[in-house]
């Protein structure tokens, strides 16, 4: 660590971390009321909107925490404001804590989501992003906090290279994004036209424009790798993703009562939008090979097992069915389900870890530490999410067959076809919340216990 500043980094891994095992704890209770709907004492519906706006928040402060190590270093320079940063982390956190609470409010008692000023207290009902109107304008005063902090810093510095650009044009990408998401529009159509610009244009454009700078970062820290020929890959997937995943925005467009332009524009785009996410696995691979003496393996093995399961998840797995002759069939089964819990994991959980495995070691001063719990967490993890993506996609599968071609009851189909799958799932979700916790109890310890010899 070479800046004073980029501790910082750590308070918004932490927060990353809790957040991490809450989403997965949830998720675990989610995969149970699939088979005993009374499981819990919140329903399903509270608890989905807890796991899924957990892995969202968890992501992004963990995207920042990164941005607050990798820009001082770009930068040659501390943070332009360091106190002002660590408001920006204490109001993200609290207002973020305030939406779960909320949440869990709502849960228990619905008629506490009232009308104030003309809008919901606790919960806008829009799926995926349900935080309420005084929610959102604190998360989007954070964030331009945070990306002024960031400028500042690069300006006045006087530093300016490709990935850190990259990284911040990817961070005001994603924060623009989330503006449409504050409009409300009382037709179902426009509402929902604008609502995957939030959605589709995070996921699939901002955070992969981010994921490659990042992926640029890391190659160049343990491998010693050359700054200019990771440049040159990182402009070329940056490009190619932008590319095909702005247009590709359109396979969400088919069914919402758009010009059936739309099909054509979005299947196309669609299975593009692979072809970055390969080069991205090439560039790993090649820059390993090309350079042997590696500072950290572990991260090193993050890093690279992360671009394989960016392409596999968001790449294979989500062209396998929005190509329009096919989606028609599946759009809104179990596949749909598959293709988010593989590409999540792939394209931005193992990002996120990765950039903790390269970046905290060096924060604690711990060149040396113990990675066998860290190696030990990833295999659990990953085997028990590609068990809970195969056992979601043969569930999606035969939905599809049952409710899709011989036209069963959609109620019918979810109680009888599926107790096994759902089983399964669970068993599984069981097997990467104990990843998990091994993860987080990685990073608490990581650095504070001596390396085995």
Same mark, same amino acid.
């Given at each position: 660590?070479?800046?004073?500043?980029?501790? =910082?980094?750590?308070?918004?891994?932490?927060?990353?971390?809790?957040?991490?095992?809450?989403?997965?704890?949830?998720?675990?209770?989610?995969?149970?009321?699939?088979?005993?709907?009374?499981?819990?004492?919140?329903?399903?519906?509270?608890?989905?909107?807890?796991?899924?706006?957990?892995?969202?928040?968890?992501?992004?402060?963990?995207?920042?925490?990164?941005?607050?190590?990798?820009?001082?270093?770009?930068?040659?320079?501390?943070?332009?404001?360091?106190?002002?940063?660590?408001?920006?982390?204490?109001?993200?956190?609290?207002?973020?804590?305030?939406?779960?609470?909320?949440?869990?409010?709502?849960?228990?008692?619905?008629?506490?989501?009232?009308?104030?000023?003309?809008?919901?207290?606790?919960?806008?009902?829009?799926?995926?992003?349900?935080?309420?109107?005084?929610?959102?304008?604190?998360?989007?005063?954070?964030?331009?906090?945070?990306?002024?902090?960031?400028?500042?810093?690069?300006?006045?510095?006087?530093?300016?290279?490709?990935?850190?650009?990259?990284?911040?044009?990817?961070?005001?990408?994603?924060?623009?994004?989330?503006?449409?998401?504050?409009?409300?529009?009382?037709?179902?159509?426009?509402?929902?036209?604008?609502?995957?610009?939030?959605?589709?244009?995070?996921?699939?454009?901002?955070?992969?424009?981010?994921?490659?700078?990042?992926?640029?970062?890391?190659?160049?820290?343990?491998?010693?790798?050359?700054?200019?020929?990771?440049?040159?890959?990182?402009?070329?997937?940056?490009?190619?993703?932008?590319?095909?995943?702005?247009?590709?925005?359109?396979?969400?467009? @088919?069914?919402?009562?758009?010009?059936? @332009?739309?099909?054509?524009?979005?299947?196309?785009?669609?299975?593009?939008?692979?072809?970055?996410?390969?080069?991205?696995?090439?560039?790993?691979?090649?820059?390993?090979?090309?350079?042997?003496?590696?500072?950290?393996?572990?991260?090193?093995? @993050?890093?690279?097992?992360?671009?394989?399961?960016?392409?596999?998840?968001?790449?294979?797995?989500?062209?396998?069915?929005? =190509?329009?002759?096919?989606?028609?069939?599946?759009?809104?089964?179990?596949?749909?389900?598959?293709?988010?819990?593989?590409?999540?994991?792939?394209?931005?959980?193992?990002?996120?870890?990765?950039?903790?495995?390269?970046?905290?070691?060096?924060?604690?001063?711990?060149?040396?530490?113990?990675?066998?719990?860290?190696?030990?967490?990833?295999?659990?993890?990953?085997?028990?999410?590609?068990?809970?993506?195969?056992?979601?996609?043969?569930?999606?599968?035969?939905?599809?067959?049952?409710?899709?071609?011989?036209?069963?009851?959609?109620?019918?189909?979810?109680?009888?076809?599926?107790?096994?799958?759902?089983?399964?799932?669970?068993?599984?979700?069981?097997?990467?919340?104990?990843?998990?916790?091994?993860?987080?109890?990685?990073?608490?310890?990581?650095?504070?216990?001596?390396?085995?010899?």
């Amino acid at each position: 660590m070479k800046y004073q500043s980029q501790k =910082l980094a750590q308070h918004f891994y932490t927060f990353a971390v809790v957040l991490f095992l809450v989403q997965v704890l949830v998720g675990v209770i989610a995969a149970a009321q699939f088979i005993w709907p009374d499981f819990f004492i919140l329903n399903f519906n509270t608890i989905r909107t807890l796991h899924i706006n957990a892995l969202v928040v968890w992501l992004l402060v963990g995207l920042m925490g990164a941005t607050y190590y990798v820009v001082p270093e770009e930068s040659q320079s501390e943070l332009w404001n360091l106190p002002l940063a660590k408001l920006q982390f204490w109001a993200t956190v609290i207002a973020t804590s305030a939406v779960i609470v909320g949440y869990i409010i709502q849960g228990l008692f619905p008629q506490a989501n009232t009308l104030i000023f003309g809008t919901l207290a606790l919960n806008e009902g829009r799926e995926y992003i349900e935080a309420p109107r005084w929610a959102d304008w604190l998360i989007a005063i954070s964030v331009i906090l945070f990306l002024i902090i960031n400028f500042m810093t690069m300006f006045k510095s006087k530093k300016w290279t490709g990935i850190q650009g990259t990284l911040l044009a990817g961070l005001t990408f994603l924060a623009l994004m989330y503006l449409p998401g504050m409009v409300y529009m009382k037709s179902m159509v426009k509402d929902q036209y604008w609502w995957w610009w939030v959605v589709h244009l995070w996921v699939e454009g901002a955070w992969e424009v981010i994921a490659g700078a990042l992926l640029a970062f890391m190659l160049m820290k343990v491998t010693n790798a050359k700054r200019e020929v990771l440049e040159k890959w990182m402009y070329l997937e940056v490009g190619l993703v932008l590319f095909t995943g702005i247009l590709g925005t359109g396979h969400h467009y @088919y069914w919402i009562g758009t010009p059936g @332009y739309w099909l054509w524009i979005g299947g196309i785009f669609s299975s593009l939008e692979p072809i970055p996410l390969l080069m991205m696995v090439w560039d790993a691979f090649r820059t390993t090979r090309e350079h042997r003496v590696v500072s950290n393996k572990l991260g090193l093995f @993050y890093a690279t097992a992360h671009a394989i399961f960016n392409f596999v998840g968001a790449g294979l797995w989500g062209v396998i069915h929005t =190509l329009p002759q096919v989606n028609k069939w599946t759009h809104g089964t179990q596949l749909t389900t598959a293709h988010g819990h593989l590409a999540f994991y792939g394209a931005y959980v193992l990002l996120v870890m990765a950039m903790i495995y390269i970046t905290l070691p060096l924060i604690r001063g711990a060149a040396n530490f113990d990675t066998s719990r860290g190696y030990r967490s990833f295999w659990w993890l990953t085997i028990s999410m590609v068990f809970i993506v195969l056992t979601i996609t043969g569930a999606g599968m035969v939905q599809t067959y049952m409710e899709r071609l011989m036209g069963l009851d959609y109620v019918a189909v979810k109680a009888n076809y599926n107790l096994w799958f759902w089983i399964f799932r669970g068993i599984f979700g069981l097997g990467f919340l104990y990843g998990t916790w091994l993860f987080v109890l990685d990073f608490f310890k990581l650095g504070k216990e001596q390396a085995k010899a």
